[in-house]
């Protein structure tokens, strides 16, 4: 698909977003429109799935270590058929497949059931090691969220990765500046990302705008260095795409209201 296309998939992606956590009154639409552009280019342009055969051993796998954003996942998932679209209106229901935290269980697509923030990257980091020693050609790829990366066990799969030599592994950091509590910074300072995923062994690329997709696109088909993990870090807006939430942490897990779901959904058409 080309840039245009692939950014009219990212508008429906929000709409899908907005629709679910208001119909479940409920859900984080702050750092799940942050992340529209990474998952949707993962899935529409880089990752080896099909919809029709979400189990084949030899797909790219995908984890979503920073869970909450399940509804930019959901959505992606939907869209390219993974599941019928109408199963958004039973987001967080009792029973639903489309759990507020993805259920691998569940989900036609879900690689992963995460939530506990920094856990994914280890699961992703065995994923690609498993891989690797069945001499399978699949990839691994896991998105964080900055916040999460103040867990040590983040750090601790890193130096697994980097010491394995994982070729095969990609982390994508959605670096929107804010977490639930505040600001990063306010929170506990990351500091250089850049800096400190090069000194655990990645092969760092930074992506000024995360949420222009074709800049994402070139990070992810640059050339993957030998033996080494990569580490794409993508600035990216809170609630990007919605002016009332972009860069709002108290967006972080609240739903819209109705009156706040119609003024989203005038915003995104316009």
């Known amino acids: 698909m080309d840039t245009i296309a692939l950014e ?3 508008l429906q992606v929000r709409r899908d977003i907005i629709n679910m956590t208001a119909d479940a009154a409920s859900g984080h639409p702050g750092g799940s429109l942050s992340a529209v552009e990474i998952l949707t280019a ?26 909450h954003a399940a509804p930019a996942l959901y959505a992606v998932l939907g869209e390219k058929g993974f599941f019928r679209k109408e199963e ?29 923030l920094g856990q994914g990257i280890s ?8 891989a690797r020693q069945a001499k399978l050609p699949s990839r691994v790829y896991c998105l964080c969220g900055d916040g999460e990366l103040q867990e040590g ?21 959605d670096h929107n500046g804010l977490q639930i509590d505040g ?19 990645y092969q760092v690329i930074d992506v000024a705008d995360g949420n ?16 080494k993990p990569k580490a794409i870090l993508c600035r990216t807006v809170k609630g990007k795409g919605i002016s009332f939430m972009e860069n709002q942490v108290g967006w972080h897990g609240k739903a819209p209201s109705a009156e706040e779901r119609q003024a989203a959904l005038a915003e995104l058409e316009g």
């Not at 899935?43 to 869970?67: C, E, I, M, T």
């Not at 699961?123 to 498993?130: Q, S």
């Open 8 to 10: 009219q998939v990212c």
């Open 88 to 116: 958004f209106k039973q987001f967080r229901q009792l029973h639903s497949m489309l759990q507020g935290h993805p259920v691998a269980a569940k989900c036609p697509g879900v690689d992963a059931s995460t939530g506990s």
């Open 183 to 201: 600001t990063n910074d306010q929170v506990m300072s990351l500091g250089s990302l850049h800096d400190k995923f090069a000194a655990f062994g």
């Open 123 to 130: 699961i992703a980091v065995g994923m690609a090691l498993g």
């Open 42 to 67: 993962l899935y529409y342009d880089v990752l080896r799935v099909d919809p029709a055969q979400p189990d084949d051993p030899k797909r790219d796998r995908f984890v979503l270590s920073k869970g």
């Open 212 to 227: 222009d997709i074709r800049q994402v696109l070139d990070a992810l088909h640059a050339p993957h260095a030998s033996g």
């Open 153 to 173: 066990l983040v750090w601790e799969a890193s130096m697994a990765a980097a010491h394995y030599h994982l070729d095969n592994f990609t982390v994508l950091v």
